[in-house]
């Protein structure tokens, strides 16, 4: 199922113009680094010559970007946002997908994945990323050629190929191009960047699919997935922007900056979050002592070598 969430603007219409971008009140970044400057550059050159993109948008830090950039160097009748839509994916997330695609001016389109049909997905294998971006890009593929746009891209950046992303290989596999990482490109440089351009999303921590918080090996459902968004927005609204819930069957884990440890640790604030996390279903409610790190999960696998961008 395809649903568009806005129509593609007429030709010369410029997301630049656009009235209901809503543009971060900073001061302008005085960055005169020229290696940044030439990685932006071909950053935007790469898009250039793909004519017309489908950008993978998960309201991420990185997708946001290169939605902007895109936008800015092809146009808006050339550029379409598109949003794989699952239980994998935080409802605050999907709801900022579809905030951020209309403040920029892009045509947003809903594809529902339903990964959960794939026993390989579900099993949850150390290489599950693998299976679910495999279902996404071969779903972007299948839109691009009926809408005749000429390519995927989607927002890895150089850094990320020093984990264990297995999707990396799922893009490779379609051909997805990835404009940010081809140019050497760092985390670092996405946000300068992005907070350059003034977008909303510049300091944004990452927020990886629901999924990931699942210890490999344990089955992944959407009532699981369910308990982890619900565990992550309540540790959330005690003012913790950054935590994730880590999912061990009967088990939460809970990963926060060591800053808040004592903030949690606290009688009152303890007892509150035992009782929600057990009336979401959890016997066990745990504080990880090593704090919050983006990946944990894979601290338990060994995953060979780093990856190339080749």
């Known amino acids: 199922m395809i ?122 294998p150390i290489n599950r990323c693998y299976h679910c971006k495999t279902t996404l890009y071969t779903r972007l593929a299948e839109f691009i050629q009926e809408r005749g746009i000429n390519a995927i891209v989607n927002g890895i950046n150089a850094d990320d190929y020093g984990d264990y992303r297995p999707g990396i290989e799922a893009a490779k596999e379609q051909s997805v191009c990835a404009p940010v990482a081809e140019a050497g490109m760092t985390k670092k440089d996405v946000r300068t960047l992005a907070l350059q351009l003034g977008l909303p999303t510049f300091d944004k921590p990452a927020s990886p699919c629901l999924s990931s918080r699942v210890q490999y090996g344990e089955e992944i459902t959407p009532e699981k997935l369910k308990m982890v968004d619900a565990g992550e927005q309540f540790i959330k609204s005690l003012g913790i922007t950054e935590c994730r819930v880590r999912h061990h069957s009967d088990i939460a884990r809970i990963e926060v900056p060591t800053e808040f440890f004592a903030m949690l640790s606290a009688s009152e604030v303890a007892t509150r979050i035992d009782a929600h996390f057990r009336s979401l279903g959890y016997k066990y409610v745990t504080l990880d002592l090593r704090g919050f790190r983006s990946g944990s999960m894979n601290e338990v696998i060994a995953f060979g070598q780093r990856q190339s961008i080749q």
Do not use: W
């Open 3 to 124: 649903e568009s969430e806005n129509a593609a603007r007429p030709p010369g219409d410029s997301p630049r113009a656009s009235p209901k971008m809503k543009m971060h009140d900073t001061t302008p970044i005085n960055n005169t680094d020229d290696s940044f400057d030439k990685k932006c550059q071909q950053m935007r050159s790469i898009l250039r010559e793909l004519k017309s993109v489908a950008v993978a948008f998960s309201a991420g830090i990185d997708s946001t970007l290169v939605l902007k950039v895109a936008l800015d160097e092809l146009g808006p009748e050339n550029v379409v946002a598109v949003t794989g839509k699952s239980d994998s994916l935080a409802a605050t997330e999907f709801q900022s997908a579809c905030q951020i695609a209309e403040e920029v001016g892009a045509e947003h389109v809903i594809l529902d994945t339903d990964e959960f049909a794939d026993p390989n997905y579900v099993s949850n």
